[in-house]
């Protein structure tokens, strides 16, 4: 498992929920648990919860840690990721300014540090060293040095943010001074221990080092250390990382690239979340192991289940990153998952065993409603889904439909396995009533009806031409050649991408094309990539895509821009007219859009719960809400509100 900020730590020191997060996944048959990143020094702490390792006072929490880790299984390893920010750590939290190689303005931290003098190189190499020596005295197997995602050692050896003229910067030689004195530090401290180097295969930032420049680099680097960790990219990298669109594995060529180059063991990292995946990664010689972060955030039995072929009892990532990394870029707030209602909150969230079996009766079978019968079922109830469509999956069926989202499906299919494996009983097609309630008489009922649009009252919102959003991506409304949005939140804005690119070739096509050169590539990737319809979007608000996290936003916005799509903020929609829109501007001045051919509103949602009111008011049963027919809540909400409850019961 690769280190993952889980904002867990308090002043630095390692907590009980930390602990209790790694016992987990070592108890889940993770081989090695990369624990950090720790910071080494107060100039590399990047936000207030990471864990510290610049002083002995933080050894005897470390300690815990690691004495829990390996009690929890005998061929456990652990190893600290000794981290330090440089330029991309923040004023306000290291409470001086920053320090780099060079001064050189940050768009992460949005600061110009101050260049580093060689009595701050000194210090840190020496921060470095201790550090690795605290790791080794705490328990812990290995060491890796945080030198990926646009951090310090990045910063020394990359062109664009190193651009010292003293023997640290320069040739690749001297730009490479640091790294290598640093691990030889290390090296002369800690002799035979472990310590490995994550490195990023490819900056993707321009004039800084490519894969091609990682090879030499890693070649050179390789004889000091034990393993390369390869994942790509800075935290300002504008080719998407880890989104839900970016297809699975497919950074395994950076782990390649350098594997070709050295004769240390690689580990290849990114988007690798599942086994089987893992397996061909493996087997096709691009790695020597894999990397799984955010898989075992989801689910830290991955490996055990594995093991045991159990793949489809997997509780698979979707990389949403709505849980993990976006609250890791709110700085304090401590990581969750969507997927995972235990994730980070493991001993507070143990499931509860079964007093008394009660029968219980779920309205509604999407993301709410699925989990409550989850984790009830698993706990012994008799469960009951009553569902009026055909399928299961409510508004997921719709989620994952826009390009890029389609890892949402996996969570349906996850719960159809759970259905069969709990003995779930599954009621499609059912329109539920009062009466129906009476009839079946259960000890509980969980309404889980979810929501239903808001449509907002301006005048000429019911015409022929005016759908609402979700019913495109239902198939049930037609798209045209020129098309106005209203509303700019999520759903807004990834239906301008579907909109835009609706009837653009697949990729398969364009792989068919281009292998028989039956067409010039640049044609085709225009006809597989560009945007075809005229897409303009009106938000009311000065800012869109106000429910999207702040990792998968600028993803999608980028697309947009790319596609054509026109934004407009702070906007009044005034008149819906047969094949025109008109609005107040942001200086309130009425502008008008003409020869639309569709109009769609994305507005928001309201709960449907018609339903709560007369269950109520029945006698013995009770009656729980559960995702939006409460309040419109994100999937997260809905799902951990559901383990809440399926628990509690
Ligand atoms: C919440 C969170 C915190 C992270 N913190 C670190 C870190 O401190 N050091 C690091 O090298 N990578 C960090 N990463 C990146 C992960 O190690 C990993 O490369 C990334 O999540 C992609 O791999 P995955 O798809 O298997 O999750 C973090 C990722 C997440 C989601
Ligand atoms: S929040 Fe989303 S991306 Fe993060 S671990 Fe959970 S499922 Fe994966």
Redesign the pocket.
Known sequence: M?????NLAYEGFVTKKLIDFYVERAKGGAGMLIV??CYVDIYGKGVPSMISIESDEYIPKLIELADAVHKARDDIKICA?L?HGGAYTFPQIIGRTPIAPSAVYSKFSKTTPREMTLEDIKREQQAFADAAVRAKEAGFDAVEI?A??GYLFTQFVSPKTNIRTDEYGGSLENRLRFPIETIKLIRSSVNDFIIGY?ISGDDFVPKSNTYKEKAIIAEKLSKYLDYFNV?GGWHETKTPQ?TMDVPEGCYTYLAENIKNNVSIPVLA?????NPELAEHILMAGKADAI?????LIADPFLPMKAKKGELRDIMVCIGCNQG??DS?FKIVQP?SCLRNARAANEARTELKPLKEKKKIMIIGAGPGGLEAARVAGMRGHEVHIFEKDDKIGGLLNIIWIPPGRNEFKKMIDNYSYWIQKYGIHLHLDQEITIDKIKEFNPDVVFLATGSKPIKPSIPGIDRENVFWANDVFSGDAPVGKNNVIIGGGATGVELAIYLAKYGNISLETFDFLTFYKALEPEVALKMLQGGRNKVTVLEQLPKLGSALGKTTKWVLLDKCDALGVKFLTSVIVKEIGENYVSYLDAKDKEQMINDIDMVYYATGVEPNDDLFKEIKQLENIKVTKIGDVREPQTVLEAVHRAYKIGNSI
């Open positions: 690769p280190a993952l900020n889980l950090g990143g990721q981290y945080c990926n995602a994550r994942t880890t990292s990114n988007r690798i979340n990397c799984m972060g955010r898989p993990c990394f890791i990581i």
